[in-house]
């Protein structure tokens, strides 16, 4: 009998449909039953460092709504996992177990390698950061993880991102151009053919070294599920890619459901986005 | 206490302790700021790693803190490396964040620091939700 787990996915993940499937379809191979939850009803309050009153406002509503559903919570976001830890279980009544997806992904190593039948010839740079790992060690468990997948080769890392993960540097642009060209540098100094990331504010981030042509960058979620045979498409990617033409990708159906006005204000904007690399040319 | 007075007090009282605790422990030794990842970004970075504590200090207190604590309260990320550095125990990444909470206005006291909130974050959020899932999922997951 499949073991009910509350899988609490955040807010920005939803950018990446793929990636929330795709972890449902690896919880269930794994023998749970996945109860999804997750967007703006469920934040824990950790972009509201502005308002307190807010935060905590959020944290003891999303903190309320998973003591409801009384069963384990296994958790995608680094933001939500160290907001419940750092702040949200010490001023709520928290009645569930929580684990960080890496973590149990780890811990069901093991079965999870019986999954993945297919192979990736592929060397890969694991693009780390220092702040999250004092948590959850996941800078040791996903390279664990990835080299359970037929053919795919985890390099040395030589450079170590600052910071929890890719946010929170909008106000320190330098910074972020910094971690692009370091890991772009790093990854093709190391011999990699991608690199990969655990989170997926890095990948938000990194993929523009894609859509750039400096270096493949996928999740390691991607390579989990190219490596079962599930076959989401990362449409993500493929609308960072077209750019302006994303609109093209996406569909008139779908755009309307936003708001043309809106696409075009807030969305368009993050897809046009490029990093600024040192080199001018971006793949050497 | 009203309910509106109530939302977040929990996470307010806590907060306060925290800081009551950071405010008794650090030692004002400066090896947080040594080896912050981060500090190079700071608009005002600063020569002498133990006065910029104290100005974190103050801003924990709810008092002006200098341009330097402000400047790394500023570029923040929680990169971590401070937290083993402590020679206390005081965990310099919690007080930072707390500092920040406080320099930003978040707790109630005068503003230090611009707030630069995301006026789209949260329907950004939901936008892409209806790109990416379902009616159905959206209905049973959101």
Redesign the interface.
């Known amino acids: 009998m499949s073991e009910q787990i509350t899988f609490w996915y955040g807010?920005?993940v939803?950018?990446?449909?793929d990636i929330?499937h795709a972890c449902l379809d690896i919880l269930r191979a794994l023998g749970y039953e996945p109860a999804?939850?997750?967007?703006?009803?469920?934040?824990c309050g950790t972009?509201?460092?502005?308002?307190?009153?807010?935060?905590?406002?959020m944290?003891?509503r999303t903190v309320g709504k998973l003591n409801v559903r009384a069963a384990p919570v296994v958790v995608w976001c680094p933001s939500c996992h160290?907001h419940m830890h750092?702040?949200m279980a010490?001023?709520?009544d928290r009645h569930f177990d929580m684990t960080y997806l890496v973590e149990l992904l780890h811990a069901k190593r093991e079965r999870l390698a019986t999954l993945l039948v297919r192979e990736l010839p592929l060397r890969v740079f694991v693009h780390q950061?220092?702040?999250?790992?004092?948590l959850v060690p996941v800078n040791r468990m996903v390279p664990e993880i990835l080299r359970l997948i037929p053919g795919v080769e985890v390099v040395e890392a030589d450079y170590v991102a600052?910071?929890?993960m890719c946010a929170?540097?909008?106000?320190?642009p330098?910074?972020l151009e910094d971690i692009h060209n370091n890991t772009a540098r790093s990854a093709r100094a190391a011999g990699a053919d991608a690199v990969v990331t655990v989170f997926h504010q890095c990948y938000r981030e990194l993929v523009g070294l894609d859509a750039a042509g400096a270096i493949p960058v996928c999740n390691y979620i991607h390579l989990i599920a190219r490596s079962m045979g599930l076959a989401y498409e990362d449409?993500y990617k493929a609308w960072k890619r077209a750019g302006e033409g994303a609109a093209t990708l996406?569909g008139a159906e779908?755009i309307a459901?936003?708001g043309i006005q809106?696409?075009e204000?807030?969305?368009l904007p993050?897809l046009k986005k490029r990093p600024k690399l040192l080199n001018s040319d971006p793949g050497s | 206490m009203s309910t509106r007075a109530a939302?977040?007090?929990?996470?307010?009282?806590?907060?306060e302790r925290e800081i009551e605790r950071i405010l008794g422990a650090c030692t004002r030794c400066g090896k947080c700021y040594e080896v912050c990842?981060?500090a190079h970004?700071s608009k005002a970075p600063a020569s002498d790693s133990k006065a910029i504590v104290g100005g974190v200090h103050a801003v924990l207190r709810g008092e002006a803190g200098t341009p330097e604590a402000l400047g790394w309260i500023?570029?923040c990320?929680?990169?971590?490396?401070c937290?083993p550095a402590c020679p206390e125990n005081v965990d310099p990444?919690?007080m930072m964040?707390l500092a920040?909470?406080t320099a930003?206005?978040?707790?109630?006291l005068p503003?230090q620091l611009p707030?630069?909130?995301?006026p789209?974050?949260?329907?950004?959020?939901?936008?892409?939700?209806?790109?990416?899932?379902s009616d159905d999922?959206l209905k049973d997951?959101?």
């Open positions: 807010c920005n939803l950018r990446h449909g929330i999804p939850v997750g967007g703006v009803d469920y934040c972009v509201k460092d502005a308002n307190q009153t807010a935060a905590g406002g944290a003891t160290s750092d702040f010490r001023a709520n950061h220092i702040g999250f790992n004092d600052p910071g929890y929170s540097f909008a106000a320190i330098q910074a449409e996406i779908r459901k936003v809106f696409y204000r807030a969305i993050e | 939302i977040g007090q929990r996470l307010k009282e806590f907060e990842p981060m970004y500023g570029v990320t929680r990169s971590g490396v937290v990444k919690m964040r920040r909470m930003l206005g978040g707790r109630g503003a707030a630069k909130e995301d789209d974050y949260f329907d950004r959020v939901r936008a892409f939700a209806k790109l990416q899932l999922e997951w959101t």
